[in-house]
């Protein structure tokens, strides 16, 4: 699978997911990387990057959030 990944200092996150998951950002780097594909027509290579997007999916379908401080808790 295919995706690109930024390198953030983590020391200072107050929360992190149970399993090992991407970070929010780097879910959205990808995407922009598939529109770019998607854009060009080449759904060859497309293809591994949409699945590693689809493995980074939480318990209720979504992704990570971008905004930062707001946890919803049921």
């Known amino acids: 699978m295919k995706h690109w990944e930024v390198k953030q200092d983590t020391s200072n996150l107050y929360w992190n997911p149970p399993e090992q998951q991407a970070t929010s950002i780097d ?20 293809w591994p990057i949409l699945k590693w997007i689809l493995k980074q999916r939480n318990s209720y379908g979504g992704f990570a959030s971008t905004q930062k401080g707001f946890w919803v808790t049921r």
């Not at 879910?27 to 497309?46: M, N, Q, V």
């Open 27 to 46: 879910i959205e780097t990808t995407s922009y990387a598939l529109l770019y594909h998607d854009h060009k027509k080449d759904y060859t290579s497309g």
